[in-house]
């Protein structure tokens, strides 16, 4: 998971990002987190290039395609170019028997982030914490084809 900076270089976040993970033939693909950093500055084409960019070198360093963690409140703020082929991660919290609302581009999600850490109702009693609470959009055999590495 790695939180995107726009107005930082996508090639040093990158190297960051490679320096600290290490994927495992179980683990998911890394994904970037697109929301809001507070910086007002950076132009949409700053976003859409450096995001780009971020997610092809992760792409041909990992050898999986990353995923994109995003609310459809601040992505369709951000006007970018359709990157539909990536898959979506998206963070709606919503009852999970409704849907999430989607990001203008995506058909469908890959994963769903109905609950965040501040919904008290999700505490588990044993950890004694709270936690998000996530949907694979598929069966367990659809996920471990996901995870897989390209060849």
Do not use: C
């Not at 960051?16 to 809001?36: G, K, N, R």
């Not at 290039?49 to 992505?75: D, K, V």
Request: proline share 8%; net charge negative; charged share 10%.
């Amino acid at each position: 998971h790695h939180y995107f900076r726009e107005f930082q270089d996508a090639p040093a976040q990158v190297t960051l990002v490679m320096s600290l993970v290490s994927l495992e033939a179980t683990d998911l693909p890394l994904f970037v987190d697109v929301e809001s950093t507070g910086n007002t500055s950076a132009s949409n084409s700053q976003w859409a290039s450096g995001l780009t960019l971020w997610l092809q070198q992760i792409e041909q360093r990992t050898g999986r395609t990353p995923i994109i963690y995003t609310r459809a409140s601040y992505w369709n703020g951000l006007n970018l170019p359709n990157m539909s082929h990536y898959p979506l991660w998206v963070a709606n919290w919503r009852s999970p028997t409704s849907q999430p609302i989607m990001p203008n581009g995506w058909p469908k999600w890959t994963f769903w982030q109905y609950s965040s850490p501040d919904d008290t109702s999700f505490t588990h009693t044993g950890l004694g914490a709270s936690f998000d609470l996530d949907f694979f959009n598929g069966s367990y055999n659809d996920l471990l084809s996901f995870i897989q590495p390209h060849p």
